[in-house]
């Protein structure tokens, strides 16, 4: 059989064996929810205190209940599958990247034939083919490009992010549409967060109820800052293969520009190959061993290795979370859980609490506590060392003779370099004073977080 | 595009390496019964490279199409590598015609199958020493039973491992590249960079002199070893100290750097089994190779084991870290050479070829000594047996009767409901109310069978009968993953598997191991 009639023949046969499973005229054949139906029309001892057994749950489920997933990666792939076989139709999947190569060992709603593509529309296709009935909605998105009007018309969201600032932001969004009535939180205001992370053979997964229960920043400690290696070390002591490769790629790569202007690309061979070889000669003039083109990858792309296990462990859970609360038919993780499966297999579930003063949920203006002559350039290390701020690049504002006044922001150039000699200043100098509050926007955060300055003596 | 094509059969998982992903390529796991877990776990095998699979299910799914078959296909689609097969047979039916058809493989995995089937297969399994994984999704319920009779682990790579640095026993090779020091003559510039190890070592030597050669012992002792350490900061003309981070680096690691080497007990059990002490023709490359060691620590080790020769990175010029990094590479290299003649001179004694055993091999054991696991699993015969049930297991779990031990237990009775009614509880809505006083009598009876006094709580019995025998995919994609990482861990000899049922309740999202 050539190889060009392989993949239709296969193709088709798929179709058919999906086909075979539908029953004329309708998606739902003879006892094809029943593993469902046991949970939402039957009574039990440790079901929500709220639950009613009743036939009309299956169809909220299947017909009215919308969730919303993010990130189609490892973690998202297995939680639309999840989701979809659990009853749930009105998906929608956010994910800003494309397909690559090194995503097939885990990724599994993606073919070799994909590569390039958006990764949440191949996702949304795939379970829109094979699963009848289920109405995937991709978006090649970043989370930041929505606002609140799309946010607020989902029951539940569940995320499968790679990263701590996207998760601090939709933490940050949902937190936005609370509404509160005299000082009470209107529960119907209240959108439920399924978190999920992994990290080689570690995982966790937790429950939010933003203004109820911990949020992310809440525990911001639980994430240590990621630490990068001293720039001293890389320019002119290295002693790890990874300093040699961190040298060609931030101070070689810049300097001798070997593809012209392109920046490094990771995803591109030739970009590693040129990095992988400069590295060889960097590390050879030291004496160090252990640069491979694998750890060269690895290092370029901040890799963290990634295995489907535990992705599939850490987004069931999660999935199951989902289809809890939706459901009322038990009650919901309350509201951690920790897995590791390097030494047999440990989990470890408990209720984080939540931080009385926590930056994003807790309501309470934020203290700065600065003598007058401390200088701009020291709050702003604050704003960004502190382990329960860890901010990335803080913009501070101020009102100054009831004018907006901006003291610096980053990430507009002429902004940056107008600002930037306030950083030498100090409070005083700047015509702050005791009680002044700072208005202070970052990546973490879709809203400015609020800060009062309190002058030490 | 050519390059991206021959790279994608190297994508292999930098967690086990590429020695790793060899034993995955080379593996033929067998599943039986493909169910949802069942797909889940082989599509957790078959997406990391897993080189070959065979699906036993003689179900059929809706219409013509064999539930084997079906999935085989689908999976196949998940990697072009690896070579899907299916028996449209019931594991019963080879049972009772081709039981040796099982030894072909390197791992047997069986889901959702009745009680007296995983016996049975669980006899030829043990008897053929092949590693049997059972698993069983049972409404929000997961199970897990390992069953290997030995299994080996060189590379656990354990989350956090303590340093082998020697300090307190300085090898003579340390001792004469730490005399290539002199902290007190050094320019400003080497004394900041020097390595926090020689800083340590260096006063050590001073204490030990001063204090009739007895390290630091207590947290008093070692608070004054910090501050002798302290005081050697260098300062600048107005007595201000310098910013020394090794020194700094150094006082942080004063605790740990002044552990006592010693060989971890859980070695020192494994030279005193019986397959260390007994080394014979049918001895295992581990056992060879751990008697070497245990040679080793008997003669040139002098009570210790071979040097692993790695240490951390630290803040020091890169001359002076790779310096110190090769003073401990070669001692590991000549320490793996002494194993290396015990290991030649075992295989002589047994007439066996020096080959059999590669060097890469010993040194790979060497590197790892400290961190060396043996796994082994009772018999599913053994768990079952009446004689040979782990009561004292069940009950001081049971003192705590929401213990998930008790998951356990009404799983067993869920099989005595299905071996007397020839249907499992509660699976049409109508059976549930009445199922709920049989399912308590099977479980009733299994307790009885053992001697066993637990309290179960009816709210248990009653949720089970709830759960109706179904397999909800959240709770089969958590096992999924469960079962094929450890599957992987059997088939790689790396990271240590369970020991030996794992429970899942996924109504609290908690787990626990239990030894039965």
């Known amino acids: 059989m050539a190889d060009a009639e392989l993949p239709e023949k296969k193709r088709r046969r798929i179709e058919d064996l999906t086909e075979k499973m539908a029953v004329d005229g309708g998606y739902d054949w003879d006892g094809r929810w029943n593993h469902v139906r046991k949970f939402l029309e039957r009574p039990g001892p440790f079901a929500h205190p709220d639950f009613e057994p009743c036939t009309e749950s299956l169809q909220f489920l299947l017909e009215m209940c919308k969730i919303l997933v993010i990130g189609a990666g490892g973690l998202g792939c297995e939680l639309l599958k999840n989701l979809a076989l659990s009853g749930f139709r009105l998906i929608h999947v956010v994910d800003m990247d494309t397909i690559d190569i090194s995503n097939l060992n885990r990724q599994f709603l993606f073919r070799p034939k994909d590569v390039g593509r958006p990764k949440a529309e191949v996702a949304a296709d795939f379970i829109n083919n094979r699963i009848p009935g289920c109405k995937v909605v991709p978006h090649y998105k970043k989370i930041q490009d929505f606002d609140e009007s799309f946010y607020r018309q989902f029951h539940i969201i569940v995320c499968g992010l790679d990263s701590i600032i996207a998760r601090r932001w939709m933490n940050g969004m949902l937190i936005s549409l609370l509404s509160y009535e005299d000082g009470v939180l209107d529960p119907s205001s209240i959108i439920p967060l399924i978190d999920g992370g992994t990290e080689g053979f570690k995982g966790n997964s937790r429950v939010i109820l933003p203004g109820m229960t911990a949020c992310i920043d809440c525990t911001l400690e639980l994430y240590p800052p990621q630490i990068n290696f001293p720039m001293c070390t890389i320019a002119s002591m290295p002693r790890l293969p990874e300093h040699c490769i961190e040298y060609a790629r931030i101070l070689l790569w810049p300097k001798e520009k070997p593809f012209g202007e392109t920046s490094l690309d990771g995803d591109n061979p030739e970009h590693i190959q040129w990095v992988f070889k400069k590295s060889i000669e960097r590390a050879a003039e030291f004496h160090i061993t252990g640069v491979t083109y694998r750890l060269t990858q690895g290092v370029v792309k901040r890799i963290i290795p990634a295995v489907a296990s535990t992705n599939a462990v850490i987004a069931a859970a999660c999935s199951l979370e989902v289809f809890k609360i939706a459901s009322s038919a038990y009650i919901p993780l309350n509201n951690y859980l920790v897995f590791n499966d390097v030494d047999g297999l440990y989990t470890y579930t408990f209720e984080a609490e939540r931080k009385e003063n926590c930056s994003a949920c807790s309501q309470v203006p934020q203290n700065l506590q600065f003598p007058p002559s401390a200088k701009l350039q020291e709050v702003l290390e604050y704003l960004m060392e502190n382990a329960s701020l860890q901010m990335k690049s803080p913009a501070i504002t101020t009102t100054l003779e009831g004018k907006n006044k901006t003291l610096y922001l980053q990430s507009v150039k002429s902004i940056e370099e107008r600002t930037k000699p306030n950083l030498c200043k100090t409070l005083t100098e700047l015509g702050l004073s005791d009680g002044q509050e700072l208005a202070v926007a970052d990546v973490t955060t879709p809203q400015t977080v609020l800060f009062k300055l309190n002058f030490t003596t | ?516």
Not at chain 2, 157 to 170: I, Q, T, W, Y
Not at chain 2, 441 to 452: F, H, K, P, R
Request: glycine share 4%; proline share 4%; net charge negative.
């Open chain 2, 1 to 516: 595009m050519l390059f991206m094509v021959t790279y994608m059969p190297t994508l292999c998982c930098r967690l086990w390496g590429d020695h790793g992903q060899d034993t995955l390529e080379n593996a033929h796991v067998c599943l039986i019964n493909a169910t949802a877990t069942g797909t889940e776990i082989l599509k957790n095998l078959v997406l990391p490279g897993i080189g070959a699979f065979t699906i036993v299910d003689g179900h059929t799914v809706t219409g013509e199409d064999n539930r084997a078959q079906a999935a085989t296909e689908l999976l196949q689609e998940l990697n072009s590598h690896v070579s899907g097969n299916f028996v449209e047979e019931s594991p019963e039916k080879l049972l009772d015609n081709n039981p040796d058809f099982f030894h072909r493989f390197t791992i047997v995995i069986a889901v959702q199958l009745p009680e007296s089937t995983s016996l049975r297969l669980g006899s030829v399994l043990w008897s053929a020493s092949i590693p049997f994984l059972v698993c069983k999704t049972y409404g929000l319920i997961g199970y897990m039973r390992l069953v290997v009779q030995e299994h080996t682990v060189i590379e656990s790579h354990p989350d956090s491992a303590l340093e082998d640095l020697r300090l307190d026993k300085p090898f003579a090779e340390f001792k004469n590249h730490l005399q290539s020091f002199d902290l007190e003559s050094m320019n400003k510039k080497d004394h900041s960079h020097t390595p926090w190890i020689i800083i340590i070592a260096k006063y050590l030597e001073k204490w030990l002199s001063e204090h009739n050669y007895k390290p630091p012992q207590n947290y008093k002792e070692k608070e004054a070893f910090r501050q002798l350490i302290r005081d050697g900061i260098r300062k600048n003309e107005n007595g201000v100290p310098e910013d020394e981070e090794n020194f700094e680096e150094a006082i942080k690691n004063v605790n740990t750097a002044l552990n006592q080497t010693k060989i971890p007990s859980a070695v020192e059990e494994l030279f005193n089994s019986e397959q260390c002490n007994n080394i014979n023709s049918e001895s295992s490359s581990f056992w060879v190779m751990l008697r070497a060691v245990k040679d080793f620590v008997h003669s040139e080790g002098n009570r210790d084991l071979p040097v692993r020769g790695t240490i951390p990175d630290m803040i020091a010029d890169s001359q002076k870290f790779i310096n110190l990094q090769n003073v401990y590479r070669t001692k590991a290299m000549q320490d793996a050479a002494a194993v290396s003649t015990h290991v030649q001179r075992l295989l002589q004694s047994l007439g066996k070829p020096p080959d059999v055993i590669p060097d890469n091999d010993i040194k790979l054991f060497c590197k790892n000594a400290s961190f060396l696991r043996v796994v082994r699993c009772r018999s599913l015969a053994e768990e079952y047996g009446v004689d040979s049930v782990n009561k004292d297991e069940i009950t001081s779990c049971m003192d705590n009767p929401d213990s998930e031990m008790v998951f356990y237990l009404i799983l067993r009775g869920v099989e005595r409901f299905y071996q007397q009614h020839s249907r499992y509880p509660g699976v049409y809505n109508y059976q549930v109310e009445d199922d709920i006083s049989k399912l308590k009598l099977c479980v009733n009876s299994v307790m009885q069978e053992y001697n066993l006094n637990v309290n179960i709580k009816d709210d248990y019995v009653h949720e089970f009968c709830r759960f109706g025998a179904s397999e909800p995919h959240t709770v089969a994609a958590f096992i999924g993953g469960s079962a094929a990482q450890e599957a992987i861990k059997i088939i790689s000899h790396q990271f240590v598997p369970f020991n030996n049922t794992f429970i899942y309740n996924a109504m609290l999202q908690t787990s626990a191991t239990l030894q039965l």
